[in-house]
T-cell receptor, first 114, second 116 residues
Framework: DSGVTQTPKHLITATGQRVTLRCSPR?????VYWYQQSLDQGLQFLIQ???????AKGNILERFSAQQFPDLHSELNLSSLELGDSALYFC?????????????FGEGSWLTVV | AQKITQTQPGMFVQEKEAVTLDCTYD???????LFWYKQPSSGEMIFLIY??????QNATEGRYSLNFQKARKSANLVISASQLGDSAMYFC?????????????FGTGTRLTVIP
């Protein structure tokens, strides 16, 4: 158990809908990351927050947004869903954002868009 | 630009034998971290081992060791005494500030199958 908690574990929704994925980081971790893993794109970095502020953006679509709340939990909002958004979405956390800080992953949220 | 290369899409190993999973990387940042993660069929991403660019010794964690050759920019994972539960995808990843973002950049992974 990494200590990173993600909900829901599985989600099936229709095209055009909106979903919210939730993440609680490890105790003491200030940095939260979101990654998307799909068969054709592999593991892609989406976005990073550090202590409530956006720190870095990766390949995140404009239809997607995220935030980190004062209690450090984070949510990833996916809207106007398309079939291609079906993927495994990981939340991860680390103490800080230095290159030596290990990033621990949650179990992921499986999203299926039908 | 950052790049992680895993050239072995799949590997097979006999139970109780050792196996080496290859990883090469490229970055212009002198300070970086190299990580290996295991992803079983259930999907979770499990941290295995870390090597810092300034570490003088190769990292070890139980049956996992990292063969770090800085001049060759390689960070191969060695799993000793393979077990059936080691069957999984293995990802090499790098973290550096080259892109201004200290997030992990992943390779394409190697699928390891342990044969009884």
């Amino acid at each position: 158990d990494s200590g990173v908690t993600q909900t829901p574990k599985h989600l099936i929704t229709a095209t055009g809908q909106r979903v919210t994925l939730r993440c609680s980081p490890r105790s003491g971790d200030l940095s939260v990351y979101w990654y998307q893993q799909s068969l054709d794109q592999g593991l892609q970095f989406l976005i990073q927050y550090y202590n409530g502020e956006e720190r870095a953006k990766g390949n995140i679509l404009e239809r997607f947004s995220a935030q980190q709340f004062p209690d450090l939990h984070s949510e990833l909002n996916l809207s106007s869903l398309e079939l291609g958004d079906s993927a495994l979405y990981f939340c991860a956390s680390s103490v800080g954002s230095f290159s030596g800080n290990t990033i621990y992953f949650g179990e992921g949220s499986w999203l299926t868009v039908v | 630009a950052q790049k992680i290369t895993q050239t072995q899409p799949g590997m097979f190993v006999q139970e109780k034998e050792a196996v080496t999973l290859d990883c090469t990387y490229d970055t212009s940042d002198p300070s970086y971290g190299l990580f290996w993660y295991k992803q079983p069929s259930s999907g979770e991403m499990i941290f295995l081992i870390y090597q810092g660019s300034y570490d003088q010794q190769n990292a070890t964690e139980g049956r996992y060791s990292l063969n770090f050759q800085k001049a060759r920019k390689s960070a191969n994972l060695v799993i000793s005494a393979s077990q059936l539960g080691d069957s999984a995808m293995y990802f090499c990843a790098m973290r550096s500030s080259e892109t201004g973002a200290n997030n992990l950049f992943f390779g394409t992974g190697t699928r390891l199958t342990v044969i009884p």
